[in-house]
Every structure is written in structure tokens, then in C-alpha cells.
């Protein structure tokens, strides 16, 4: 483009809308120059900009959007200026500028992805004056009868020989499945997305919560209503059957819909509506508030992912969630930056992503675990134990079992650093992402590397064959794989060994959003169905959904309605749903009905499933005396899990835990004293110290145990570590064993100090050890803990050289306040003042004898000569597991990088080196 620009005119706006795919839209302005008065021809990008905004990543000069070469129609330019849509750039410039010239362009970074076209579209525009907004693109208003509704055929997936997958529901019945739940009927409750991201204004009257139902019994759904459609709703991402109240995630509110009539149609003229807590950042954002489901306690547990939150709940506390994210679009209503590292109403300071427990009216929230990046959902089993999945950017998803208290690690505890910022050398990036090699974070499960973790559940019976119960199914959308787990208790945690239960075998349409146990038994599954995942995008303009079945070949629902003339009798059968949130119904009539229920209660702790025993057994607190003396017996069962489930009903009813403590502190079980610990967090803290050495005295090494007794111990650590020195012997510093060094890393007790100097220096322990306890030290946040480290920093070897690189990283964190920057400039130690700057020369490339780009992008791939070629890779890359863990995992760079990048840095290595 050539403009005139007019005279005594000086701003120059550059300007990009994004009218395609916004994870795509990466675009340049090449070789941009400016016309001067005098007729001399100035590069634009030696001048300064007043200000530059962009809709993702950076502006950046020489560079595109994501600081790699400026490369367009497969050209790479040296002068330009890279942006992502949507962008404004503003600049000043020299009086009597008359005309500006510039080539603008796709970059190909977006534009081509696995040597092909992606939907990117922008608009540059160039303007004299500042304009109101940027110009942005008109999303197609969406009209279900003028697009054809599409699905992936069942021949295109993978299930167990003995299980068969049908369609239960497709489009035009639902759109864009968020979320979806179940009610004692059968019917399903569906969450739908279609004003998501940029498409907000697809729908102007709203997203809604439709209603599905198989009125005659033939396996489909025949009969499709919409609950609520309002303008409010925006993409929710969480929709939950409690009895007659619907509850709804839709930023900065979790939604009470009661259907006070029960026809299963919202008037608001008879039905109710209340925002039952208020507060959560992120309408129309994936990392915001997701479904309610509820626990076997009569809990409503819910969870929210890494955008921040400040709500107060109906009893009056207020839990303020921080953290340093604040991006990728949505509505934000709380400054979570601003009080990150504060302290919420109960003591505690809570990082998001978190997950939360409530009385179903919003009183007594409990936060049960944080640290999260994007959690998309979680599941309670009938045991009471919590398992959920998480993240999809960084190579280190996870499928997690979490521990009440839990810290992941994705932002620091104070919630003011990301995992990057606090990365260390040679971490790799799943240990670094949830912080691994840090005190008081959880073990993260199964990270099982890239991907978009979606909806969970956890069957415990129903249609499938028997060997299925106890089956954890977690929705992949990236991989377009629901994986399976049959989760075995570890010691004080889980072994989780992951497999594929659903997939998809070709295509690339198939993205699962959410799984659920049906009320008949049967495994349902909700697809996104689109072309992509990420990038706060969808791609499909039809907005098709599907619901698949999964059940034993033949299956017939059966859901009979005999019984319901008997309240307990009724209650007790919806107990026993397969149903997680059908459970609760029945959980909440037998409480309120009280002893009186106790015989069939009684019954229902006889059955053959051990699941359906556990949910009798949350339910005794409240049938009276005869109940709890029941359940107080169960403490000494036998069975480890009895005891465990004990411990937690009465807990859950408001039982001292540290009479349960007292109980149960010696037990045999790692999990049952795991819960003992967490127990333990904020009860009195003089009561708890001989609990708590107790406890510590009997860890052996397991990691989810040490973080329990972390908790135990929080507030006395230096009393119980005192305590614990005199149940243990050999308490010199250099006499530790490995389980009391590693005790002493997890307290972080500032008298500890010159106990881990000393073992840090001392030639009389290996290498290892002294390295542990330069570690431990660099967590104890101590003005004493400067000089110690910095004395160890003079030592030769490793240990000097982790001191060095440990002061160096915490003069810029969690130690500045201490003057740390200072100390390292006394000392010698590090002057950033002077480092020297030296220059080093590139090379000149050499001429290749390979063919074109172009041309090498059709030839056909041989793979055996492919992986004979590839040996040679494996000096410096893994691929396939094999080889040195020094360049990227060329897998995981080539699904992200695409074929042609891929090709250009295998023509020239050094390419984008030079180009820094």
C-alpha cells in the first residue's frame, strides 16, 4: 500500500482487525517507510511508536507477533514490524511526513500450519486520527436452519470389545456442548456455547440450557426444549441437576435456577433465580467458573480455573483467589493481580485455579484445593475423594487425585510468579509447571504432556460389565481421546495408569467436552465437534454438537419409576443412582427424614458395591445416636477404607477432628493417616504438636504423605520439629537421615539455618545431599538465610555454583526485600553493572543443495529412511523418548510448529538463530 498522507497531519495509526481465526491471525507490516519533506525515504521502524497494543503476544520489530522471522508467501523479511489481530500502532512523526509505504501480509507463522492454509483473515488499516476502536469483523449471525448440522459417524471410533458407541442426540437438538448433567429420569441438561469468544454476538438472544429426553426408551432422544435462554448467559461452562435447582456457571455468578413447579421450563413469574455467589473473573473466558457437582457429603463442590476470583460467601467470609494472569480475552470484574498474596477470611492465601466445597446455600465454603492453571472439572467419588485433570498449553497436562488443601504449583504460593519465572536450570518442564522440586506442593499424577483436558467423571456402577466400576474417564479434547483410569491407592496418594477407552480413529473433528454416567449407567459423551482446540477459538460455524452413548452392545435403558409412593424408599433409589448429582436428591431426603431412615440405610451398607456402602455411610452422622454409634464403631473396621470413610463423614458433620486425630493417628494406613494430617490444618495449635510429631515419625518417604503432615505441622513447625528430634535419633546435622532432611525441607523452620549451612558445606556427605539442603535453605524466607547462602556460595564446586544461582533468582523474588542485589555486588558474587556485552558474528549461511521449500513440501515422506536420517538428531533431541534432552522434543515442536517450519529449520538450522 501507498497513502498521501495529509499535510500539517503528524499521527499515523496502523491498525489490524481480526476477521478470521484468532489464534491464526498473526500479521505484518513489511518494509514500511515514511516519505519525509524533503523527499527523503525513512525506515519506519528506526522511529519510535507513542504506544502499540495487540490482541496476543508482542508487537515486535524484525520479528512476527511470536519473535520469530517476518516470513510471508514463504519470503523471509529483514525490516517490518510483526503484530497479532487486533492491533493498533500509533506513531509521531517528523513534521511534514507526506506519504507512507508498506507491503502488508498474512505471516506465515499463522497463515500456514502443517503445510496448510488456516482460517486466518485480517484487515490493515491505515488512519490519520485515532479511530473510536479498531475495526473488527461481523461474525455471521448464527441461524440453525441455514447450516447444515454435522457429526462424526460412530464407525470412527474406538470402544472395549464388549461396550458399543451410538448417537444418543445430535444437532439440531443441541449446539456447542459445554457441559451437560443428568437428571433421575434420564433426561440430559446441556450447556451450550454458541456466542463463544469472538462470537459472542452469534445468538443476540443469549446461550441457552436445553433439555434432552428418550421419551419412548429406543436408546435416542427424541425431544429437545430450552430450560433458559437469556443475554446473560455467554458460553457457560458448567450446568448441574441438583433435584429442582439448576445450577449454572456463568461469570461473575454461580446461578441458582429453581424450578419451582417442575416443568422443566424457567418462568420467572414461578420459578426462582438467585446468583448464589458473585465475584468470578472471566465471562466468555475457558479458564473462568466451571460445573457444581456434589459430593457424597451433601457438598456442592465447585471450581474455577486460573483467572482469579473475590466472592463472600452467605455466611460472610470473603475468599479473595489472586494470581498474575489477566489475559485472552472475556470480561474481568475483580482485580486478581491486585491482591494476590493476600490473605482470604479464613486465614489462608488462595491461588487460582482453585476448587471449593459449600453448604448447598452458600455458607461454610471451604477451599480444597489451588495452584491450578485451567481445571475444566472435577469429580467426587461416593469414597470422597476428588479427582480432576488440568491445563492445555504448556507439554504438562495432568490427571490428578487431589488432596484437600492441595497446592499445584502453576502460579507461586503468593500467587506472583508464574512456573516460568521460578524455573530452574535443567528443570525439565512438567517438574518446573507444577513444581515439583519445591515444599508444599502436591504430586500432580499422571502428566501425560500437551493437550486440552476437559470434563471427568468416575463410574461406579451401572450398565457396563463389573469390571468397569471404579473406572475414572477424563475427555482429551486435543488428542480426541477420552482416557481411562482405574485409580489404585499408593500409599498416601493414587497410581494412575492411563489408557484409551474412547477415541477417535481418523478425522480431526471429534473434540469431547464433558463425560458423564447416565442415569440408566450408560458412559455419555458430549463433542465440541470442531476442527481445532485453543486459541479462545472455535472454528465450526454450524455450531453442531453430538451426545454419544456408550454401553453394552444391545443396551436398553430402564429406568422404572416403581417406589416412588415411599419418601425413603424413593430417596434410597436415587441414592443408589449411577448418577453422581441424582445421588445428592436422595442424600438430601434421607438426612432431613433422620433417624427414621436408618433401617433401610442399614440395608443399603450391605450391598454388594462398595461405593453404594460408602454413600450409607456419609448419611449416619445424621440418623442419631444409633447412627453415629454405627459409625463410630466403624473407625476400628478392619478395612482401611471403612475407616477412612468414617473419619470423613463425622468430620463432615462437624466432629472435633481432633478426636478423630487421637483415634487414628496410629492407624496402619498411609491414607488414613494422610487424612488425619489434613485434618489437623486449623485446629488449636498447641493440641495438635504431639499429633503431629506423631505423624511424622511414621513417614517413610511417600511425598503426598510428607505435604499431609506439612499441614499438621503449619503454624508449630518448629515445635514439632523439636519434638520429633527426640523421638528420632542421630538429630546432628550431619547425622540426618534422608527422611529427616527431607522433613526439614518441607517445615522451612528459620532455626534450621545453620543446620542445612553446615550440611550444605560439609565434604563429608555426597554431592546430593548437600545440593538438598542448598534447596532447603533457599525456601526458608529468612533475612538470616542471605549470609548463609552467600557463604556457601564461595564454596568450590556444584554447591557454590547452586548457592550463586539460587541468589541470583531470589534477589529478584521471594529474598528481594532482604537487599540481596546489594549483598551480590559486595561480594563479588554478581554486578549486572559489569557484565560485558560481546558481540558474536553469524556466520554467513552456506548455499544449500537441497531443493526449494516449495518443492520439498509435496514430496511423499519414506519413513524408514526417515528414521535412519533421524539417528543423527538424537544428539541433541529426544525423539520418541530416545536421545539428549538438550533441543525441543521434536515431536511436541513439530505439532506445534507445522510442517513447513519444521522443513525450513531442517534446510537451515541456524536460520532463526541469526535472525535472534
Not at 501480509?105 to 500456514?112: E, K, N, R, S, V
Not at 506423631?694 to 518417604?701: A, M, N, Q, S, T
Not at 520429633?724 to 526439614?744: C, E, F, Y
Request: aromatic share 8%; charged share 25%; with cysteine.
Amino acid at each position: 500500500m501507498e497513502i498521501d498522507l495529509p499535510l500539517k497531519k503528524r499521527d499515523l495509526y496502523l491498525a489490524v482487525s481480526g476477521e478470521g481465526d484468532i489464534s491464526h491471525d498473526w500479521a505484518d507490516w513489511l518494509e514500511p517507510k515514511i516519505t519525509l519533506k524533503d523527499g527523503k525515504l525513512v525506515d519506519l521502524t528506526g522511529i519510535k511508536w507513542e504506544s502499540a497494543t495487540t490482541g496476543h503476544a508482542r508487537v515486535q520489530i524484525g520479528k512476527n507477533c511470536e519473535g520469530k522471522p517476518l516470513s510471508a508467501g514463504g519470503k523471509v523479511y529483514q525490516k517490518g514490524i510483526g503484530v497479532h489481530a487486533r492491533s493498533m500502532i500509533h506513531y509521531r512523526l517528523p513534521e511534514g511526513a507526506k506519504r507512507f509505504q508498506a507491503k502488508v501480509a498474512l505471516d506465515d507463522g499463522g497463515a500456514i500450519r502443517d503445510g496448510g492454509r488456516t482460517p486466518a483473515s485480517v484487515r490493515f488499516f491505515v488512519f490519520d486520527k485515532k479511530p473510536a476502536k479498531i475495526p473488527e469483523g461481523q461474525a455471521e449471525p448464527f441461524d440453525p436452519d441455514s447450516l447444515e448440522a454435522e457429526k462424526v459417524p460412530v464407525t470412527a471410533f474406538e470402544v472395549p470389545d464388549d461396550l458399543e458407541v451410538t448417537v444418543w442426540a445430535t444437532s439440531p437438538m443441541l449446539y456447542n456442548p459445554t457441559n451437560m448433567d443428568t437428571d433421575a429420569a434420564g433426561r440430559i441438561w446441556v450447556a451450550e456455547g454458541v456466542n463463544y469468544r469472538r462470537h459472542q454476538k452469534r445468538r443476540p438472544e443469549g446461550d441457552r440450557i436445553v433439555v434432552l429426553e428418550d421419551t419412548n426408551g429406543d436408546g435416542k432422544a427424541d425431544s429437545s426444549h430450552t430450560f433458559v435462554q437469556d443475554p446473560e448467559l455467554v458460553a457457560p461452562l458448567g450446568v448441574s441437576v441438583l433435584d429442582n435447582q439448576i445450577v449454572v456457571a456463568q461469570p461473575p455468578h454461580l446461578i441458582v435456577y429453581t424450578d419451582v413447579d417442575r416443568n422443566l421450563r424457567f418462568d420467572p413469574k414461578i420459578d426462582k433465580r438467585e446468583n448464589l455467589l458473585s465475584g468470578f473473573n472471566g465471562k466468555n473466558h475457558d479458564h473462568s467458573l466451571h460445573a457444581v457437582v456434589a459430593g457424597p457429603d451433601g457438598k456442592w463442590y465447585f471450581n474455577q480455573g486460573n483467572c482469579g476470583a473475590m466472592f463472600t460467601s452467605k455466611d460472610g467470609k470473603t475468599f479473595k483467589i489472586g494470581g498474575p494472569y489477566r489475559g485472552g480475552g472475556g470480561e474481568w470484574f475483580v482485580d486478581n493481580i491486585k491482591f494476590g498474596g493476600e490473605k482470604s477470611d479464613d486465614g489462608h492465601v488462595w491461588v487460582g485455579g482453585f476448587a471449593g466445597k459449600m453448604d448447598p446455600d452458600g455458607r461454610n465454603v471451604q477451599i480444597i484445593g489451588h495452584g491450578f492453571r485451567n481445571s475444566y472439572e472435577h469429580t467426587v467419588t461416593s469414597m470422597g475423594d476428588v479427582f480432576q485433570n488440568d491445563n492445555d498449553d504448556p507439554p504438562a497436562c495432568r490427571t490428578t487425585w487431589l488432596m484437600e488443601g492441595g497446592f499445584l504449583g502453576f502460579f507461586s504460593p503468593d500467587g506472583k510468579r508464574t512456573w516460568q519465572a521460578d524455573r530452574r536450570p535443567g528443570q525439565s518442564v512438567p517438574r518446573a509447571h507444577w513444581r515439583q522440586d519445591d515444599p508444599g506442593t502436591l504430586p500432580p499424577g499422571d502428566v501425560y504432556g500437551g493437550g486440552s483436558p476437559t470434563g471427568i467423571c468416575y463410574y461406579e456402577h451401572g450398565a457396563l460389565p463389573k469390571k468397569y466400576e471404579g473406572l475414572l474417564l477424563s475427555c482429551e479434547a486435543a488428542k480426541r481421546v477420552v482416557y481411562g483410569y482405574h485409580p489404585k491407592p499408593e500409599g498416601a496418594n493414587f497410581k494412575l495408569e492411563r489408557f484409551d477407552f474412547f477415541k477417535s480413529k481418523t478425522g480431526n473433528m471429534f473434540r469431547p467436552s464433558d463425560v458423564m454416567v447416565g442415569a440408566d449407567g450408560a458412559i455419555y459423551v458430549a463433542d465440541w465437534y470442531d476442527p481445532g482446540v485453543g486459541g479462545h477459538a472455535d472454528r465450526d460455524g454450524s455450531c453442531s454438537g453430538t451426545i454419544y452413548r456408550i454401553a453394552p452392545k444391545g443396551f436398553k435403558p430402564k429406568l422404572s419409576q416403581a417406589g416412588q409412593s415411599n419418601p425413603i424408599t424413593a430417596a434410597i433409589k436415587m441414592l443408589k443412582s449411577p448418577a453422581i448429582n441424582v445421588r445428592y436428591a436422595g442424600f438430601k431426603i434421607l438426612r432431613d427424614t433422620g433417624p427414621k431412615a436408618l433401617p433401610a440405610l442399614m440395608e443399603v451398607m450391605r450391598d454388594s458395591n462398595k461405593y453404594v456402602r460408602a454413600r450409607a455411610i456419609h448419611l449416619l452422622p445424621y440418623m442419631g445416636k444409633e447412627g453415629r454409634m454405627v459409625l463410630n464403631g466403624l473407625l476400628g473396621n478392619k478395612s482401611a477404607g471403612m475407616r477412612l470413610m468414617a473419619m470423613r463423614s463425622l468430620r463432615a458433620a462437624g466432629d472435633d477432628p481432633l478426636r478423630l486425630a487421637r483415634v487414628l493417628v496410629v492407624d496402619a494406613s498411609p491414607q488414613v493417616r494422610r487424612e488425619v494430617a489434613v485434618a489437623l490444618r486449623d485446629v488449636d495449635p498447641q493440641a495438635k504438636i504431639p499429633l503431629a510429631v506423631e505423624l511424622l515419625h511414621r513417614y517413610d518417604g511417600d511425598r503426598t504423605y510428607l505435604e499431609a503432615c506439612g499441614f499438621a505441622a503449619e503454624g508449630v513447625e518448629e515445635k514439632v520439629w523439636n519434638g520429633l528430634r527426640l523421638v528420632k535419633k542421630g538429630s546432628g546435622a550431619l547425622d540426618w537421615t534422608p527422611d529427616l532432611a527431607r522433613i526439614a525441607w518441607r517445615l522451612k523452620i528459620p532455626s534450621l539455618i545453620p543446620a542445612l549451612q553446615e550440611r550444605a558445606a560439609s565434604s563429608t556427605l555426597s554431592d546430593e545431599d548437600r545440593l538438598f539442603a542448598v534447596d532447603s535453605l533457599a525456601f526458608i524466607d529468612d533475612v538470616n538465610s542471605v549470609p548463609a547462602m552467600v557463604s556457601l556460595a564461595k564454596v568450590p564446586g556444584p554447591v557454590g555454583a547452586s548457592a550463586s544461582q539460587w541468589l541470583i533468582h531470589l534477589s529478584n523474588t521471594r529474598w528481594s526485600q532482604f537487599g540481596v542485589k546489594d549483598v551480590l555486588k559486595n561480594e563479588g558474587i554478581y554486578d549486572p553493572g559489569k557484565v560485558e556485552i560481546v558481540s558474536v558474528l553469524v556466520p554467513k549461511a552456506t548455499k544449500s543443495s537441497l531443493p526449494p521449500l516449495k518443492d520439498l513440501m509435496k514430496l511423499k515422506g519414506n519413513i524408514a529412511r526417515g528414521k535412519t536420517t533421524a539417528a543423527r538428531c538424537i544428539m541433541c533431541h529426544q525423539i520418541e523418548g530416545q536421545g539428549v534432552n538438550f533441543g525441543p522434543d521434536l515431536k511436541g515442536w513439530i505439532e506445534r510448529q507445522g510442517k513447513e517450519m519444521f522443513l525450513r529449520s531442517v534446510v537451515n538450522p541456524s536460520e532463526q538463530i541469526a535472525q535472534g
